[in-house]
């Protein structure tokens, strides 16, 4: 019997950027929490927190699972300013193994696309990012 588990997470601005933006680009963050940007988005050099989402897989011991990562997902300030999530990558990415305790962390990061005239702001989505765990 294979059994299916929907976990989510509410993602936010500050949790993957705080960049000031001169032309378009894009904002990669990665399961382990690292940061990179393209195009005209520039990283502070104070970095400040940066975390990738994480989840704990949990079932029974030694257990494998298959992992389901959204395609995208939108960021808004609250009025009428969005941003835009994709590339979701996790850690482990498409198969995950559980330990001997039953357990394991996953990681989730996303490539976030900054707009040249994107609006200084606290970004968050208002409805959880699924992921999806199908136990094997």
Do not use: C, E
Request: glycine share 8%; proline share 5%; charged share 5%.
């Amino acid at each position: 019997m294979r059994w299916k588990k929907r976990i989510s997470k509410h993602f936010s601005y500050y949790s993957v950027a705080n960049v000031p933006v001169s032309s378009g680009g894009t904002v990669v963050l990665a399961p382990a929490s690292t940061r990179s940007a393209t195009g005209g988005v520039t990283l502070p050099a104070t970095q400040g927190t940066v975390a990738a989402a994480n989840f704990t897989v949990s079932g029974t011991a030694a257990y494998t699972y298959a992992i389901t990562l959204p395609s995208t997902a939108t960021l808004s300030d609250g009025s009428s300013h969005t941003m835009s999530m994709g590339t979701f990558t996790s850690t482990p990415s498409a198969t995950g193994t559980l330990s001997g305790s039953g357990t394991q962390t996953l990681t989730v990061g996303a490539t976030l696309t900054v707009s040249a005239a994107q609006a200084p702001n606290a970004y968050t989505n208002s409805t959880a990012v699924p992921i999806t765990v199908n136990y094997n």
